[in-house]
């Protein structure tokens, strides 16, 4: 999860085009890889080394095991970043056959010539993923999970989870709200939201600077630490923030002594970033058993473990989610109904502008 916290905290500019969705329709289905038996057959699957890497292991990789009796031998890195150079480092020799990574990564991946095209035909379950979330990062990455922002709240003193940003700009939660900090994701999408709502969009960012100076003297925090962040509710110094995700206190966001809720239900909808499943060009194992895996990785029931694990949405519409998670994550529903995916290649051009304004509002 660390990992995954420390992406979107990173500029825009770092995301670069790596959501670049496929809109293609879906291809012939080919069931012949599910229906293969791989005992015997092993599996090299590369992930992150924090809670979410461990995530996998516990609800793709060994429910996997399970059902095919192939062996999948795990390596982990530390972020993106270390995956990313485990696989240059590696070049043209078989080392890896499977890695699940941020967005970032996977375009970078791509473009250096070291990842294959998946065989679409072997992915069955891609039928219930919505066509902007069945691929990214220019054809070469699957996706499998979304980051997703909403509000946070104090359910102790917002009895009614908020139904718009709006809640935000309330004045008697003046003092006691946070926002994110300037260089994060979170504050530009803050900032097109704030815009569209006072009549301007992503290309029109004006009118959403001129909202959010409205809150210049309401911020208690610019939600930087995220355990400070949850402390602050826990003692009862917070009412409201965002937008945020619960993904950076999976633990204390679970806790009622935090008394922290989130929600995604805002008639503005919430953002989303999608993460992908990859697969190197030189990979060791077999065709079948890799796109078995990646295919297996998008069930009904393993998404909703997964997203329940690291709290971030789930791509398959039909997604089973636990019901002790389903008030911390976005259901399929929601994320159908009000999941934005941004143009962050368009943000990328303006992404320093956007920081020195929003820093510039909210600087002591």
Not at 157 to 169: F, G
Not at 297 to 303: R, Y
Request: glycine residues 10%.
């Amino acid at each position: 999860m660390e990992e995954i916290k420390r992406g979107r905290r990173q500029a825009i500019k770092s995301i670069g085009a790596a959501l670049a969705a496929s809109t293609l329709p879906m291809p012939f289905i080919n069931l012949r890889a599910q229906e293969h038996n791989f005992s015997g057959k092993t599996l090299r699957l590369l992930t992150w080394s924090d809670d979410t890497g461990a995530a996998a292991l516990r609800n793709i990789a060994a429910t996997f095991t399970a059902k095919t009796g192939a062996k999948v031998i795990a390596d982990r890195a530390d972020g993106t970043s270390g995956m990313v150079a485990k696989v240059k480092a590696a070049g043209d020799r078989p080392t890896y056959d499977v890695i699940t990574l941020a967005g970032v990564g996977a375009a970078g991946l791509g473009d250096a010539g070291l990842l294959m095209k998946p065989d679409l035909d072997k992915l069955p379950n891609l039928k219930d993923v919505a066509a902007q979330y069945r691929t990214g990062a220019n054809g070469f990455g699957v996706g499998y999970l979304l980051w997703s922002d909403g509000l946070i709240y104090n359910t102790s003193t917002v009895k009614t989870a908020p139904a718009s940003y709006e809640a935000l700009w309330d004045p008697k939660y003046a003092g006691r709200l946070f926002l994110p900090p300037p260089e994060w994701a979170e504050a530009v999408d803050l900032a097109i939201i704030a815009a569209k709502m006072n009549g301007g969009s992503q290309q029109n960012i004006e009118p959403g600077f001129k909202k959010l100076m409205l809150l210049k003297d309401r911020v208690m925090t610019l939600g930087e630490n995220p355990n400070q962040v949850a402390d602050l509710f826990r003692t009862g110094s917070l009412d409201i923030g965002g937008i945020y995700s619960p993904a950076f206190f999976p633990n204390q966001i679970r806790k009622p002594e935090y008394k922290m809720g989130v929600t995604y239900g805002m008639k503005e909808g919430f953002a989303t970033q999608l993460m992908f499943t990859v697969i190197p060009k030189a990979h060791p194992g077999d065709s079948d058993l890799i796109h078995a895996f990646i295919n297996h990785s998008l069930d009904a029931g393993v998404q909703g473990r997964m997203a329940a694990d690291v709290l971030n949405g789930p791509v398959n519409s039909k997604a089973v989610i636990p019901a002790e998670s389903r008030a911390f994550v976005p259901s399929p529903q929601q994320i159908a109904e009000k999941a934005v995916l941004h143009d962050d290649k368009a943000l990328a051009v303006v992404q320093p502008a956007w920081i020195k304004r929003y820093t510039e509002i909210f600087s002591a």
